[in-house]
């Protein structure tokens, strides 16, 4: 099927992918005094009294913003606010398709952080939770951690930590696959932008002790006076033997990559070089850092991409929807990690032990009992790390019908 052109048929005929429907029947007088003036000053009252009652008498309680400034869409790059919005429509309808979130996009023309860092912030009370996308790095870094001390809703970058949740998913299962330990492996990490950075961190928060991490230049080491803040914060986590070299030297013996970076920078010798049982996660899209076939024939014995044409698709869309249902149900404050590894272990989950195999370590994104399971661990979470705030909202419902 060329979908490039089903693509530009179908949106031209929709003229976009998500509408605005509403939840309420206007049809008499009575309605519309309820619906609007004069009845709607009530609970326009009741939240000016209790600014969490908002929760419950608006949407709010199940709306999160998708926000772009278009400057690292998919793999086109910096293409602007306008060009990004069908990506954040798509994103929007499969938030509701499979989390049931209302999902609103905003495209931002300004890609300057602290502008969007005011503008999103004002916009926050107005939403449950927001949901940063598309937005290019190091500045993604900066405008995620200064919205998480600034909002009290849950903020979340999903090209760094969706990506990193489905990557440790598809890890946790591999390894049971090749019969290895995560404390006792070699791990290359190709790519050090937002994804790979996120990938790095999980994996060391999950027992991870020997990662060697390389960009466009090669391996990175904490003896590098040159590298850059977050660069080198990775590197004082890493590479322990302060290794040199190229993506080639860093590989040999490795028993997993995974690559976050460019089309065709590992080779057939270098997965030839890597352990036995290796597993190579190479998921540039849409070319991966080595062809699916090339990595097989060269030995891999797991292999997974972001592609759906092949085994083992590593497709982010495997977690967003459930770690915002999860957060809404319990009106977290934040998605924090430990909500995010209790996300992977629940996708890991979803592929049963008796179907578990080389060619089977994901499950399919559009499988929706796959992102209840993810809802629920993540809801559970939330309540065991102190972030929920369902109470609040209860004792606030309470206090006004007193």
């Known amino acids: ?79 602007g606010p306008e060009a990004s919005m069908p990506v954040m429509e798509g994103k929007a309808a499969l938030f509701k398709l499979l989390g049931d979130v209302d999902a609103i996009p905003l495209s931002l023309k300004t890609q300057d952080t602290d502008t969007i860092v005011t503008i999103i912030e004002s916009l926050s009370s107005s939403f449950g939770g927001i949901n940063l996308e598309d937005i290019s790095a190091p500045r993604c870094f900066e405008i995620e951690a200064q919205l998480k001390k600034r909002c009290d ?3 979340f970058h999903d090209d760094q930590h969706g990506t990193a949740i489905v990557v440790l998913a598809g890890v946790i299962n591999a390894l049971q696959v090749v019969n290895k330990a995560i404390g006792n492996i070699k791990i290359v990490v190709n790519g050090i932008g937002s994804a790979g950075t996120a990938i790095t961190e999980f994996l060391l928060d999950y027992g991870a002790t020997n990662i060697i991490l390389c960009d466009k230049d090669g391996i990175i080491s904490r003896d590098d006076p040159s590298l850059s803040k977050p660069h080198m914060k990775l590197a004082k986590r890493t590479n322990h033997n302060l290794l040199h070299g190229t993506l080639s030297d860093a590989v040999k013996d490795a028993d997993l990559f995974i690559g976050v970076s460019v089309p065709g ?16 996660l190479p998921l540039a899209n849409p070319k991966p850092e080595i062809d699916y076939d090339v990595a097989k024939a060269a030995g891999a014995k797991v292999i997974g ?11 982010n869309l495997l977690a967003f929807p459930g770690v915002f249902r999860g957060a809404l149900d ?16 629940a996708i890991a989950a979803c592929v049963p032990n008796d179907q578990l195999s080389a060619d089977f370590i994901i499950p399919a994104p559009l499988n929706k009992a796959v992102h209840q399971h993810v809802a629920s661990a993540v809801e559970a979470k939330a309540i065991e790390t102190g972030v929920a705030k369902n109470g609040h909202i209860k004792d606030a419902l309470r206090e006004a019908s007193e």
């Open 265 to 280: 920078c590992l080779s057939k010798e270098d997965v030839q070089a890597m352990q036995h049982n290796a597993i190579v």
């Open 330 to 345: 319990a009106r977290a404050s934040d998605i924090n990690r430990p909500m995010m590894i209790a996300a992977a272990k």
């Open 305 to 315: 991409t972001g592609l759906s044409n092949y085994p083992n698709q590593i497709n």
């Open 153 to 155: 809703i849950p903020i």
């Open 1 to 79: 099927m060329d979908y490039k052109y089903a693509s530009l048929k179908l949106h031209k005929s929709l003229k976009g992918k998500i509408e605005m429907c509403a939840r309420v029947s206007i049809e008499s007088t009575d309605d519309l005094s309820t619906v609007y003036s004069p009845g709607v000053s009530e609970p326009c009252l009741e939240i000016e009294k209790e600014p969490n009652l908002s929760y419950v008498y608006t949407r709010r309680h199940n709306t999160i913003a998708v926000i772009t400034d278009g400057s690292a869409v998919l793999g086109l790059g910096n293409i």
